[in-house]
């Protein structure tokens, strides 16, 4: 899954893709580079991010899903909002991608009356209430991989009551959000864990996180290409079913070549 982020603000390449131009390139290079899944994002997810309105967010990437359908790509929308689900689906896109753990029940039931997929990621509160990286955030966990799958459970029930199928449901452990740096590296040296207990395909999101600079502090996003391949390739070893990435063809090289030498 490669990253298109239509935002001036994302914490690795706010404004890189915000005109309509460089989106609409983004996207060819994308599917050019090997992925399967297009994500395109309207409205930033760092920590301390604002919210946007939902006007805003289709203005900004309406006509973005639109060209990415239109070439034939398969498209998730992240976003938390019903309104623009709706739109965005009708629209062609194939699978919201839910950051907020289904906050809004109306969010699944636009994705239900679609029949699309649902990736819904675990967090705790919104961007705007979550701290820097390594901070100790207000809640706590007593077991992080055991508190995540069962809150998880949870929103997928949810997402079912409100129409959506389990065969729709991704999950995302929800790395970097609502969790410390080490709390994120533990969903990852566990993953397994992860994915043989939840029962759903699961969807993990490394690329560039600032929890990655455990192994070298300081480095700016575009700087962790290393590891993030490395969390990669641990993810596919543990049994994730998709990769949302902002490198594809790095990524993707680096997976089929560790398939093709039989280590993953």
Known sequence: MGICN????????????????????????LVAEGADVVDIGAESTRPGAQPVPAREQLDRMLAIVEYAAQIGACVSVDTTEADVATACLEAGACAINDVSCLRDEALARAVARAEGALILMHTRGTPNEMRGFGEPHDRTY??????????????????????????????????????????????????????????????????????????????????????????????VRCGASVLRVHDVRATRQAVDFSHRVGST
């Open 6 to 29: 239509v935002t001036p603000d994302s914490f690795s390449d706010g404004g890189d893709f915000l005109s309509a131009t460089a989106a609409r390139a983004r996207v060819v290079a």
């Open 142 to 235: 007593t077991d992080v991989v055991r508190d995540v799958c069962a809150e998880w459970q949870n929103a997928a029930c949810r997402a079912e009551r409100a129409g959506v199928l389990p065969e729709a449901l991704v999950m995302d452990p929800g790395l970097g959000f609502a969790k410390t740096a080490h709390q994120s590296e533990e969903l990852v040296v566990r993953l397994r864990e992860v994915v043989e207990s939840i029962g759903f395909p699961v969807a993990v999101g490394a690329s560039r996180k600032s929890f990655l600079t455990l192994v070298e502090p300081g480095v700016k996003p575009t700087e962790r290409l290393g590891a993030s391949i490395a969390a990669a390739i641990h993810s």
